[in-house]
């Protein structure tokens, strides 16, 4: 069975309180909880950090990632199937990649808003973050004007809200940018009623995602984009660092 993905029903994705869950197994590579709170490594977002509590003994487990368990990699093997532990997320980690997420979709949503550019890649860091961008014509892009375009998003602390929607929902809806890339999401979810957990920013955005994000715009701070590299195909890698007023 494949273990339900709790955080997804956490939004706003910041500050995540410690949770009590049962050790259900313990294997090679970590640590299985009962259930997990915790964001598992993907789509770009790095995994969480924390520490199990238990009693007096604390361990501390690496980046959480998820095959059909989420898997919380600890050192030493001091904990047993059956223990019940206090587990705590990193919130600071967890705070900055939430930030970092939302900035990500306002660039990738002025990017395709201003020159149709379609985001192919990105891998959020803590102090920055990085995302390909497909264009047209790449002759088009100017990396001033995508600051400038992100950080008008970014002061009208524009409401950032999820959904769960279905696949009328999803295709009949005209902000859905690249609705043939999110159809094939739809196809490979499958069953009668796929549904897809939507991340909107209003105004801007309105895409599918599994990460984590906050609850309005504002608190990214100020969007600085960096340097810029040449991917071939179109594509530019462009880095950007955030000025976020969260941590
Ligand atoms: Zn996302």
Redesign the pocket.
């Known amino acids: 069975m494949v273990q339900k993905r709790r955080h997804l029903e956490h939004h706003p994705g910041i500050n995540p309180e410690p949770f009590q869950a049962i050790v259900e197994s313990v294997t090679d590579v970590g640590v299985i909880l009962s259930e997990s709170w915790c964001y598992p490594k993907g789509?770009?977002?790095p995994g969480d950090t924390g520490v199990f509590r238990q009693g007096d003994e604390e361990h501390r487990f690496e980046e959480v990632y998820a095959n059909s368990n989420i898997i919380h990699p600890v050192s030493g093997d001091n904990l047993q199937a059956g223990q019940e532990v206090e587990c705590v997320i990193d919130s600071n980690r967890r705070n900055i990649l939430s930030s970092m997420?939302s900035a990500?979709?306002i660039v990738s949503a002025a990017a395709n808003e201003r020159w149709g550019a379609i985001t192919v890649g990105?891998q959020l860091g803590i102090t920055e973050s990085r995302m390909d961008l497909k264009f047209e014509n790449r002759d088009d892009f100017d990396s001033n004007v995508l600051e400038k375009d992100s950080n008008h998003w970014v002061k009208k602390d524009s409401e950032i809200l999820v959904h769960q929607w279905g696949r009328e929902q999803i295709m009949t809806d005209d902000r859905v940018r690249n609705r043939r890339f999110v159809e094939k999401i739809i196809d490979r979810i499958g069953g009668s009623n796929p549904i897809l957990r939507m991340?909107e920013i209003e105004g801007i955005d309105l895409?599918?995602?599994?990460?984590t994000?906050l609850s309005s715009t504002s608190p990214v701070g100020n969007i600085s984009i960096g340097r810029v590299q040449n991917k071939g195909k179109g594509t530019f890698r462009i880095y950007f660092e955030i000025g976020s007023m969260i941590n």
């Open positions: 789509g770009g977002q997420h990500a979709h990105n991340v895409c599918p995602c599994a990460g994000h």
